[in-house]
Each structure stands twice: as C-alpha cells, then as structure tokens.
C-alpha cells in the first residue's frame, strides 16, 4: 500500500515554469513505477509522463517532450515532474499515480493500469 500527496501546484503565468513534487509513504517505494496524468475540466484524464521503478527509464506523452521532465528520488520516496514554457492548454489537476512492479511501458498511458492515486494538484497557466 502506497499514499501519495502532490504539491508545487499554482497559477502561473504562460512560458513560466512549475516543479510538482509527489511524496509517496511506504517503505517499497522503489518497486513502484511513478508516472503523472493530469485533467482539464470537463476532459478525461490523459497520460503525461512516467518513470520506471530504478529512474532508468521515462516516457512522455508526445506533447509534453522536451517541455516535462520527470525524475525520481527513491532515498526521498518523491517523484517530480519539471514542467516548462507553460502554456494555457496544460491548466489541468495533475496527478500523481503509482503502480507496484509495473514493467511494461505500453501499459503506461492506460489509467487503468495505475493502482494509486493521489489527490490531485491544481496547475493554472494565465495567457
């Protein structure tokens, strides 16, 4: 069992940047792969980012690449997600999700492949 609790949300402006932080309890934290998932009102979640359980491997949704990066720190027990040139179209809550030995990248973008969710951030980009 894994809690996780989001923060670094906010308003902003567009091209600014925001670094959302995700601190995860448990002591397996390391088992887990991470990712982020975000949504715009009255929209269906959708996919933006993941790393596996070691770090060594990340995955983005195409429209996020090279704007978010997404990084872990398993001594921490926090996953992070540096999201740059901010636009209005990524206004959205942003979620932090994590599921215990998730191997298979392809299964990433499916929300119902993550087991544990958090509560949510609110990220607000101003044009």
């Known amino acids: 069992q894994v809690q996780l609790v989001e923060s670094g949300g906010g308003l902003v402006q567009t091209g600014d940047s925001l670094r959302l932080s995700c601190a995860a309890s448990?002591?397996?934290?390391?088992?887990?792969?991470m990712a982020w998932f975000r949504q715009a009102p009255g929209r269906e979640r959708v996919f933006v980012a993941a790393?596996?359980?070691?770090?060594?491997?990340?995955y983005y949704a195409d429209s996020m690449k090279g704007r978010f990066t997404i990084s872990r720190d398993n001594a921490k027990n926090t996953v992070y997600l540096q999201m740059n040139s901010l636009k209005p179209e990524d206004t959205a809550v942003y979620y932090c999700?994590?599921?215990?030995?998730?191997?298979?990248?392809?299964?990433?973008?499916?929300?119902?492949?993550?087991?544990?969710w958090g509560q949510g951030t609110q990220v607000t980009v101003s044009s």
């Open positions: 999700v994590a599921a215990h030995r998730l191997y298979s990248s392809g299964d990433y973008p499916r929300p119902q492949s993550w087991g544990y």
């Open positions: 790393i596996s359980w070691s770090g060594g491997s990340t």
């Open positions: 448990g002591p397996t934290f390391s088992t887990y792969a």
